[in-house]
């Protein structure tokens, strides 16, 4: 797979290593000074790229198979970018979110349908294999932990100010939705203020089966790290996460703790190998799915503090029934505010354009309406078929 590279950071440069030992080319790289540090970096994990002087020329799709768009100062302005690389049908790989909210994830991933792009986002702890035999002991009727009953996530971190503490968080709620599954309460106590707030943040939230989940923050004893334990039955389960070292895994059953092997992971390379499968599918990756469900929670906190309130999500499968609903509605207000629209113009004009020409023009929004009504029907017709499946949410 050929890649390019729009701007550097440390995790960008962690997928050119990658890309050099899995035999992916990174061959070019745009918007970056070739004599900074980061540059010097990257080129000594990929002594092949070459810079471009135009990031457009990667708008062409011939120069990579995929472009990984580096994290940068200046949202709207990455934003802009990869949605026009989207449009122009160029994959791309996130290595940062796009701000806080979800809605420009939909709005890509719509664009990406037409323009049959790849989307996907560098999550390095998703497919950790301690993340995985986490998830394992919380699904498994054979489970060392029994039924496991609730989740506890302690995040240490220095600075606790809205801005890192929602980032911490977006990272953290990754692995607990690979572990639970999806959440869909998010919830925290009012506060005399957001500084005050988001200093000692403690987070309630729920799973689809109603499983607790707790998420705080609090200063650091050494440096950051963040721990996530699992409460079951019959035991606990805790994984340290630290952010530079070894993840620690640990289970604690019948008043005995150990130590759990975890095997050796390359979270780059995974995220690479997710990403040619996604070029290939020409479609999101899981990564992505991932990026935008953790942005939604992250729009649903910040909501909960600014009102000290419990937040729903409403979990909605997106669906081809979904869609033509959504079109429907666009077109029924397109058509009602076009004909309202020319209703005015024949009332004021109407003896000037002649009584024929009013005639048609009248006929012609009878069956516009007329049409608009019978597709209405159809679909209908068809959504109990629509909805006979599962949904993303329901068991399969």
């Given amino acids: 797979m050929r890649l390019a590279l729009l ?15 899995g035999g992916h080319g990174l061959e070019w790289f745009a918007d970056a000074d070739r004599a900074s540090s980061p540059a010097v970096k990257l080129l000594a994990a990929a002594p092949r790229a ?69 989307l996907a986002a560098f999550l390095p702890e998703r497919n950790h294999p301690a993340i995985l035999r986490m998830a394992e002991w919380a699904s498994s009727p054979d489970s060392p932990l029994g039924r496991v009953e609730q989740c506890l996530v302690e995040r240490q971190m220095s600075e606790r100010v809205r801005r890192t503490v929602l980032a911490a968080f977006a990272r953290d709620v990754g692995p607990i939705s690979a572990v639970l599954g999806r959440i869909v309460r998010v919830g925290t106590l009012p506060a005399a203020d957001e500084a005050a707030a988001f200093a000692a943040l403690g987070v309630q939230m729920a799973d689809a089966t109603g499983r607790p989940i707790r998420w705080s923050v609090r200063p650091p004893d050494a440096g950051p790290t963040a721990r996530l334990t699992l409460i079951g039955a019959l035991g606990r389960a805790s994984l340290q996460m630290p952010a530079d070292g070894a993840w620690q895994l ?87 505010l076009g004909g309202l629209g020319i209703l005015a113009v024949l009332a004021i004009f109407g003896e000037a354009l002649g009584q024929i020409v009013g005639r048609v023009v009248f006929v012609g929004l009878l069956v516009t309406f007329a049409m608009f009504l019978v597709l209405q029907f159809l679909g209908r017709l068809a959504e109990p078929t629509a909805r006979s499946g599962p949904s993303d949410d329901e068991p399969q």
């Fill in 7 to 21: 701007g550097i950071d440390e995790p960008a440069i962690e997928l050119a290593r990658a890309a050099a030992r």
């Fill in 250 to 336: 640990q289970l604690a059953t019948g008043g005995a703790a150990q130590a759990a092997t975890i095997d050796e992971f390359d979270p780059a390379a995974s995220a690479l190998t997710e990403l040619a499968a996604a070029v290939a599918a020409h479609g999101p990756a899981p990564s992505w799915q991932a990026a935008t469900q953790a942005l939604e929670l992250v729009e649903a906190l910040a909501r909960s503090v600014r009102t000290g309130r419990l937040v729903e999500l409403r979990i909605d499968a997106r669906t081809e029934q979904g869609n033509f609903k959504g079109v429907m509605s666009a077109l029924g207000c397109s058509l009602l």
């Fill in 50 to 118: 070459r810079p471009l002087d135009d990031w457009e020329s990667l708008l062409t799709g011939q120069l990579a198979d995929a472009v990984i768009v580096a994290a940068t100062h200046d949202i709207e302005l990455a934003t802009e970018r990869v949605r026009r690389l989207v449009q122009a049908g160029v994959s791309v790989l996130l290595t940062q979110p796009l701000g806080e909210s979800p809605l420009i994830y939909y709005e890509l991933e719509m664009i990406a349908r037409e323009s049959h792009a790849a």
